[in-house]
């Protein structure tokens, strides 16, 4: 039959078998090609059946109110629309509001219904920054389907130890049997859970092996003490200063650096105490600075890399290091006792302010220091956007997040009323969701502000998204007027009208969609 479908049957007569009285020879072909077929899979012999899987682990959550439930269907089956022409329209996207909806989900202790876990994995596979979240709220279930379908392997990968039970930390014997034999996902999951509340007994695991360990493998252990880091590690980390691998000892030094008692943070103060004096010759008190001139053995085994990057000069490298390590207590007692506010006000000689201050942000953030961050951040109304002390925006955004949630919120709103929205954008990351009255007040009043003058729409979109994400769904009632389609300036963008009445009809809507998911997922 093969060799005749392939000579074609004009060409190679069928087989007296096959050959059908009254039908063509073609289909009499293909009617003995289907029969042969089911023959064939009716003569197979049955293979054993493969074992069923084991159940997957009980979820203890509560299961989601009947609303909340289909919210999340809708959800997940909805794509965000969009309008011609590449403008949005006025229909909020829904894809947005599943981050929230989750996190309002995991917040309020709901468990994930099984029917909707296949979507909610697939929904996660395309969107990375959507699967903390979604990990959280499928729960154990979601890692019991992940080993059965390729597709959402990354749930396993996300999981610490690739989704393994980890013994308890009272079972000395299995937790030393899987720190010494388990895989290395296995082990850094093993570690990390005893950091959080067994430090000692995950840094004596750490010190038992760390001679035998690759130099990749000992980083990650490393990194794993920032969590309860106190001075009990710092004997272990002063050891690492003389490890094989570069990035090792600078890991080991930074964490050094972050304990204001540790010997490593006494020498870097001796040393960028020497580098910064005040001058009182001058009329003003002025801040001199004189910069290392050598890199030595001391400060390499310390943490300070000698070697500068491209267009930087090795004193101004050198010195920012130092003064970054340095425990910002250094500086009262150094400079006359003054505060981070009158220290950071002073002048500074020989073009080193920016060098200095852009040095004490890093180290505001790095130790997280409330007085030296509110120092350095200035007031939210100076002339310059970029701060006093902050070399630019962004470590203006990282010196605000060390500050409380509501002095964060009435700073920014202060610096948008100074400067407006479009320097705003990275700070308004670094707030609090949803923003505080004061700051939502502010940027509604922006936004409404640039309407009225037939601003350039398009250059606020991505504000826009964040207020959709991030106003307090009370909002909603006050931008009602702001919904219209407004009388056009003479010098306006064209269509700028009808964009800015679109974009705030689509905040209206997605306030209020946000309030009645709030009210859906109630505490249980």
């Keep these: 039959m093969v060799t005749t479908a392939l000579l074609g049957t004009d ?26 077929t089911v023959r064939r899979r009716a003569g197979l012999r049955a293979a054993p059946a493969a074992a069923l899987p084991e159940p997957a682990a009980g979820d203890p959550r509560p299961p989601l109110p009947p609303a909340a439930r289909r919210r999340l269907a809708t959800l997940l089956t909805d794509q965000p629309g969009t309008g011609g022409g590449g403008r949005r329209g006025a229909a909020p996207d829904l894809m947005e509001l599943l981050p929230q909806w989750l996190a309002l989900a995991n917040a309020r202790g709901y468990g994930a219904p099984p029917e909707l876990l296949p979507a909610l994995l697939n929904a996660a596979r395309g969107r990375t920054d959507l699967r903390p979240q979604a990990l959280t709220f499928a729960g154990p279930r979601a890692l ?37 034999e ?28 760390w001679s035998t360990e690759r130099a990749e493998d000992r980083l990650m252990f490393l990194d794993s003490l920032r969590t309860g880091l106190s001075s009990v590690d710092e004997p272990f980390l002063e050891q690492a200063l003389t490890d094989r691998s570069r990035n090792v000892r600078a890991t080991a030094a930074e964490l050094l650096s972050a304990l204001p008692d540790s010997a490593l943070a006494g020498r870097m103060s001796t040393r960028a105490a020497s580098c910064v004096a005040v001058d009182h010759t001058s009329d003003t008190p002025t801040l001199t600075v004189e910069a290392p001139h050598e890199c030595d053995a001391g400060m390499e085994r310390d943490g300070v890399t000698p070697k500068p990057p491209a267009g930087r000069g090795e004193r101004s490298w050198w010195l920012g290091q130092l003064v970054e390590a340095a425990p910002l207590t250094t500086w009262q007692p150094r400079l006359g006792n003054r505060t981070p506010a009158e220290i950071v006000a002073l002048p500074v000689a020989d073009d080193w302010r920016s060098e200095l201050h852009a040095a004490w942000c890093r180290a505001a953030v790095r130790q997280r220091d409330v007085a030296w961050s509110r120092a350095l951040l200035g007031t939210p109304a100076s002339p310059d956007a970029a701060g006093p002390g902050a070399v630019s925006l962004a470590e203006r955004a990282k010196l605000l997040a060390s500050l409380p949630a509501a002095e964060r919120a ?20 670094v707030c609090a969701v949803p923003w505080a009255e004061p700051l939502g007040r502010a940027v509604v009043d922006s936004l409404n502000i640039a309407r009225d003058a037939g601003s350039y729409p398009w250059s606020f979109s991505g504000v826009m998204g964040l207020a959709e994400r991030c106003l307090d769904p009370s909002e909603a009632v006050r931008l009602e007027a702001l919904t219209a389609i407004p009388d056009e300036p003479e010098n306006a963008s064209p269509g700028a009208g ?18 009645a998911i709030r009210d859906e997922l109630p505490p249980p």
């Design 410 to 429: 009435d700073w920014v709103a202060g610096f948008i009323a100074a400067h407006g929205l479009s320097e705003a954008f990275q700070l308004l990351g």
């Design 498 to 515: 009808g964009y800015w009445s679109e974009a705030f009809q689509r905040l209206v809507t997605t306030l209020r969609l946000r309030a």
């Design 144 to 180: 019991w389907l992940a080993r059965l379908n390729p597709d959402w392997k990354f749930a396993l990968r996300a999981t610490p130890g690739g989704g393994v039970t980890l013994p308890s930390a009272d079972d000395a014997p299995e937790v030393q049997r899987l720190w010494e």
């Design 11 to 36: 060409r190679r007569a069928l087989p007296a078998s096959v050959h059908t009285p009254g039908k063509e020879a073609p289909i009499a072909l293909l009617d003995a090609a289907a029969l042969q």
């Design 182 to 209: 388990g895989l290395f996902a296995e082990r850094v999951a093993l570690l990390t859970a005893l950091r959080a509340h067994h430090a000692g007994t995950a840094l004596d695991l750490l010190v038992s092996t």
